[in-house]
């Protein structure tokens, strides 16, 4: 048995879709699960109640923690250590090996090209500080010897229907509707994305490889494009004219005071005026995995409306 926790983002459907490979016996544990596949368990609870969330890990030989929360660092802070407490208990408590699916915000914002598995640990922005404590609660009950546990680590997403994707709101939902499509900062600084569909799938082959635990994982990632390269690439696919609007500081700081989620977006705008390169070498190396081309998955996720 596997679990899912946090079950209904992104990663956490394609993973249930995946995970098929491995086991016929699924969980998923989210607010409102909803079935991936026809005889997935699902177990209805909050990531924030520790109870629920040992029953949802009790008889698990694998807990994916892949959750997702409202982009807002007040809340990050008051609610990530409370879910990682609860998920590293269960897993302590009934010898679960946990999965924690994480991001880059923690690196050293200087240090960004490339980010390896190995980059230092500085975080700049709120939310990086946060993520930056979470991660080392993974890393500090692995050495312990008190718990089993990897951290698989993906760039910015990109995928077919992914609403929460900068990209496919900025850029592919932009052009589509024949407006300009946005970019942060810098047009012309390296950038690239992971495919979610890559990650769910690398996800689930580490979750079931005992060599990959007690480590860290960057998940395969295209290769880095500039801003503009980027949106050139989708408006060449959706055969329309590459037309862009460039979102500056300035200009971001008073769209956040009346949108919430570019107020959140200033912090993190150091990804953006500076190249972003992700490196994926290691796992690419190990498991002889690539990512999925660009233009295939500019494809698909234009394909998926």
Known sequence: ????????????????????SYTNKTRLFSRKPVKINDDDELFPGNLLNETDVENAVKGCEVAYLTAG?????????????????????????????????????????DKLNPMTEETEVFPSSQKGKVRASIAQMVLDNIQSGELTALIA?????????????????????????????????????????TFTPDAAKATAL????????????????????????????????????PKIQLATKPVIKIMGLFIPVMR??????????????????????????????????????????
Request: aromatic share 12%.
């Open 206 to 241: 580490l979750g079931n490889t005992e060599s990959a635990f007690n480590q860290v994982w960057h998940l395969p990632t295209s290769k880095p494009l500039t801003g503009k390269q980027w949106i050139e690439t989708v408006a060449a696919e959706l055969g329309v004219k």
């Open 69 to 109: 929360i409202q982009y807002n660092a007040k809340i990050w802070q008051q609610q990530w250590p409370v879910i990682m407490r609860n998920v590293i208990s269960a897993c302590k408590k009934y010898n679960a090996k946990l999965v924690f699916f994480d991001n880059v915000y923690m690196y050293h914002p």
């Open 153 to 193: 680590r993906a760039a910015d997403f990109y995928g077919p229907g992914i609403k929460n994707s900068l990209f496919n709101e900025a850029i592919v939902k932009q052009l589509k509707s024949g407006k300009k499509a946005n970019w942060f900062a810098s047009l012309n600084h390296l950038h690239n994305f």
């Open 1 to 20: 048995m596997q679990v899912i926790l946090g079950s209904g983002g992104a990663i956490g459907e394609d993973l249930a879709g995946e995970l098929r």
């Open 264 to 305: 959140e977006s200033v912090e993190m705008l150091y990804q953006y005026d500076r190249d972003y390169v992700f490196d994926s070498s290691k796992f690419e190396k190990v498991f002889d995995l690539a990512p999925i081309p660009i233009d295939m998955a500019i494809k698909k996720i234009v394909a998926a409306g």
